[in-house]
């Protein structure tokens, strides 16, 4: 019967809704006892035109809390049940490295949004972010992808660890800034590839060490994404040798040079304090950039404008993508004993109703309703 299996899914003890049909034999008995005059008058007539105290016209609030009662109490030892929503667990997904280029190259105005001049960093956020996030189109999103974020500039930094807090990375990576050398220092500016990659290395290491703790989270690949806009000329280690690490431990590299050939516009300031862009020479080491991907597996990638950058994410964002499995349970509560929820009121439970009633009912049929035999 279709009925009651609706009724076996929202209660647990269905059969306890029987104590309702008690529920019409309080009225009963109520309306049976108001009936019979205790006091027998030769006349009523002076009695017609009373309305009756207030307390008598009261006098059916007894019946109708211990009605209340008797249906929260019968509800609530049917047990009535609520499924949550189901939970998801990660189970299996890719472990990302994004390396940024933060170096001062990387103010060159060669890419543009909307229509707009931006600099490589500028564009490189935005396309970072679609390709995280999803753009609602060919980009999808890495909702199930643990991803985090080395920027590298003269020295390489973790800004951000492999996490699924994506708003996190995403909040980072808007508030990474391109190296100025004299504020910061020439010791703070340059290109340490090797660094870079190494230092992913050991995170997607320690990530590795630590998954074998941690049998819900389980790595399907380990891959970087390394941007750069110029040559290795900082760090201790030479991108050959960190990419042979990377691929001793299974982790693919795919490399993007971005920028223009040959010139590009860099914006300065000239003897009178007014802006300008200015076109100087730019050189991206793009046999190194080869080697690193051809050694790990990855693939090599060339952006010269936003609208290439977005299309080589796409392409990575495709080439990297596994069947996700997710573990999912559906825990039920029973509501009769959890607070009832009315947009901002908080209520008690149906129990605890039903015994507050309950106490008021006893209270007032002995009290202020107490009936005299």
Sequence with gaps: MTWWSDIRELFGAPWFLLLLLLVPVIWWRWWRRGSQASVRFSSLALLRGSRGSLRTRLRFLVPLLRSLVVVLLAVSLARPQAEDEQARIFSEGIAIQLLVDRSGSMMAMDFSIGGKRVNRLDAVKRVVREFVEGDKGELRGRDDDLVGMIVFAGFADSRCPLTLDHAYLLD????????????????????????????????????????????????????????????????????????????????????????????????????????????????????????????????????????????????????????????????????????????KLRLPSLLLTAFGLLGLEVLLANTVFRRVP
């Design 172 to 343: 980072t990576l808007q508030q990474t800034e391109i190296v100025d050398a004299r504020q910061e220092g020439r010791e703070e500016d340059g290109t340490a590839i090797g660094d870079a990659i190494a230092l992913a290395v050991e995170k997607l290491r320690d990530l590795e060490r630590r998954q074998s703790r941690m049998e819900a989270a389980k790595i399907k690949s380990k891959i970087m994404v390394l941007l750069t806009d110029g040559e290795n000329n900082r760090g201790e280690i030479s991108p050959q040798q960190a990419a042979e690490m990377a691929a001793a431990f299974g982790i693919k590299i795919y490399t993007i040079g971005a920028g223009t050939k040959g010139m590009a516009p860099f914006p300065t300031v000239d003897m009178f304090g007014r802006e300008r862009l200015v076109a100087q020479p730019v050189n991206i080491d793009e046999d190194t950039l080869k080697e690193i991907a051809k050694t790990t597996g990855g693939q090599y990638f060339r952006a010269t404008d936003t609208d290439s950058l977005k299309q080589i994410y796409t392409q990575i964002d495709q080439l990297e993508r596994v069947k996700v499995e997710e573990k999912r349970y559906a825990a039920r509560r029973d509501l009769a004993t959890a607070p009832i929820t009315l947009g």
